[in-house]
């Protein structure tokens, strides 16, 4: 048959050299090429001790944000859920009670929210959708866990701590710099 690249090589069965059947000449060649790695630049990052530079526009975990008054953003809409194509959030919606205005800054926020990082392909189309701004992806690189269970985020790891505010303007100058005209 007809091969379809000239990169096949006919293999024939041919007795071996006295020097291949001892293996030794094999064995030192395999040497000499691991030998040599250990003076060409290492390609290893020792993670997490050490980090690679990563582009202005990395989509890592994200981060509920607040507003100006500290107040949740989300109104669990749920348009990031109907968005993700993992299928990787849920959420559970309340009414906001009286006296909750400033925790809330709708009259319906998520009690749950949820985001499976195991599920999530950081494709941002969470982002995208929301009218709220308030679901944002960062370049904070999803931590290691031990169990499965961990890796389902809910509003404790999601939410913006109050006193300590994640800036994600400088993500989203390089994602859509004609808005920060
Ligand atoms: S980044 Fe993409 S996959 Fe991950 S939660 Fe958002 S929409 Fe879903
Ligand atoms: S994060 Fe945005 S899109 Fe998702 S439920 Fe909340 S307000 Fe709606």
Redesign the pocket.
């Known amino acids: 048959m007809q091969p379809l690249t000239n990169r096949s090589k006919q293999v024939v069965q041919k007795e071996m050299t006295f020097m291949e059947r001892i293996y030794l000449p094999a064995i030192l060649k395999g040497m000499a090429i691991t030998l040599s790695h250990f003076f060409k630049k290492k390609n290893t990052v020792q993670y997490p001790e050490v980090k690679r530079p990563i582009a202005p526009v990395y ?1 890592g975990k ?1 981060v509920l944000k607040r507003d100006d008054q500290g107040r949740e953003r989300c109104t669990a809409c749920g348009l ?1 859920a109907v ?4 299928e ?2 849920t959420m559970v919606a309340a009414e906001r009670e009286k006296g909750e205005e400033h925790l809330y800054r709708e009259e319906k926020y998520a009690a749950i929210y949820e ?1 499976n990082q195991l599920r ?7 982002e995208e959708a929301c009218p709220k701004e308030a679901i944002f ?1 960062t370049d904070v690189i999803t931590p290691v866990e031990t169990s499965r269970n961990e890796f389902v985020y809910g509003k404790d790891k999601l939410v913006e701590p109050i006193n300590q505010r994640i800036d994600v303007s400088k993500r989203q100058s390089w994602r859509m710099p004609e808005q920060q005209s």
């Open positions: 989509r994200h990031c968005a993700c194509p993992a990787a959030i985001i999530c392909i950081f494709c941002g189309l969470c992806l």
